[in-house]
T-cell receptor, first 118, second 115 residues
Framework: KAGVTQTPRYLIKTRGQQVTLSCSPI?????VSWYQQTPGQGLQFLFE???????NKGNFPGRFSGRQFSNSRSEMNVSTLELGDSALYLC?????????????????FGPGTRLTVL | GQQLNQSPQSMFIQEGEDVSMNCTSS?????WLWYKQEPGEGPVLLIA?????ELTSNGRLTAQFGITRKDSFLNISASIPSDVGIYFC???????????????FGQGTILTVHP
C-alpha cells in the first residue's frame, strides 16, 4: 500500500511569509504527527492529530499550527517565517496513538518537506 | 526539549564488521524504536520494542529494550554498504494525554561502511 506522502517536497520562502505543508497518511491511519528536523536540534515533535483533533503539542511558538481533515489528511502552517524555521518538516502516520502498547502506535514517516527561509 | 543520549555520534567501519550503538535516557519510556534515515528521505522504522528486557531481531539487526526502561541498544551484524545512513533511537510513552503521538529522538549515529 502507498506510504505517507508529503507535498511539496521543497519550498523556498522569505522571512515574514507564511507557508502551508500537506501530509497524506497511509490509508486507514488516523493519527498524524509532525516533526521538525534541523542539524542543531535534531528531530523535535510539533503536534499530533487524531480524528480532526489536536491532542498533543510540542514546545513550539504559536506561529506553528496545524489541522486534520475528516479523511485524516493533515496540514501544518507556519506564519511570519523566520530564518530559524528552515528545516525538514516530517509527517508520520499511525493507526492509533497512545493507550495500549501496540504496533498500532508505530509511526511511519513521509519523505518530508524541505523548507528554506531566506 | 528532552532528548535521548545516543552514542556514538558517528562510526566508520569496514564491510563485514559488526556495529553497536546505544541510547540512554534519564526518563522511563515504555516503547523504544529504532529508525534509519537516508539522504532525502524520512526515517524508516527498523525495530520496535515494547517490553523491558525484550530482545528483537530483524534480519541482521538486533535491538534490546533495557531492563530499567531507560536505555536500548541496536546491533548490526556483518555490515554491508547499503547499511550506510543515520540511525536514530526514539522513545515513546504510551499513556495518553501529553504523550499522544510524541516520539523523543536521539541525536543520531552516522554510519559509514567502507567496501
Amino acid at each position: 500500500k502507498a506510504g505517507v506522502t508529503q507535498t511539496p517536497r521543497y519550498l523556498i520562502k522569505t522571512r515574514g511569509q507564511q507557508v502551508t505543508l500537506s501530509c497524506s497518511p497511509i490509508s486507514g491511519h488516523r493519527s498524524v504527527s509532525w516533526y521538525q528536523q534541523t542539524p542543531g536540534q535534531g528531530l523535535q515533535f510539533l503536534f499530533e492529530y487524531f480524528s480532526e483533533t489536536q491532542r498533543n503539542k510540542g514546545n513550539f511558538p504559536g506561529r506553528f499550527s496545524g489541522r486534520q481533515f475528516s479523511n485524516s489528511r493533515s496540514e501544518m502552517n507556519v506564519s511570519t517565517l523566520e530564518l530559524g524555521d528552515s528545516a525538514l518538516y516530517l509527517c508520520a502516520s499511525s493507526l492509533t496513538s497512545g493507550g495500549l502498547l501496540s504496533s498500532y502506535n508505530e509511526q511511519f514517516f513521509g519523505p518530508g518537506t524541505r523548507l528554506t527561509v531566506l | 526539549g528532552q532528548q535521548l543520549n545516543q552514542s556514538p555520534q558517528s562510526m566508520f567501519i569496514q564491510e563485514g564488521e559488526d556495529v553497536s550503538m546505544n541510547c540512554t535516557s534519564s526518563s522511563i519510556f515504555n516503547t523504544w524504536l529504532w529508525y534509519k534515515q537516508e539522504p532525502g528521505e524520512g526515517p524508516v522504522l527498523l525495530i520496535a520494542l515494547y517490553k523491558a528486557g525484550e530482545l528483537t531481531s530483524n534480519g541482521r539487526l538486533t535491538a534490546q529494550f533495557g531492563i530499567t526502561r531507560k536505555d536500548s541498544f541496536l546491533n548490526i551484524s556483518a555490515s554491508i554498504p547499503s547499511d550506510v545512513g543515520i540511525y536514530f533511537c526514539a522513545g515513546q510513552i504510551n499513556a495518553g494525554g501529553t504523550s499522544y503521538g510524541k516520539l523523543t529522538f536521539g541525536q543520531g549515529t552516522i554510519l559509514t561502511v567502507h567496501p
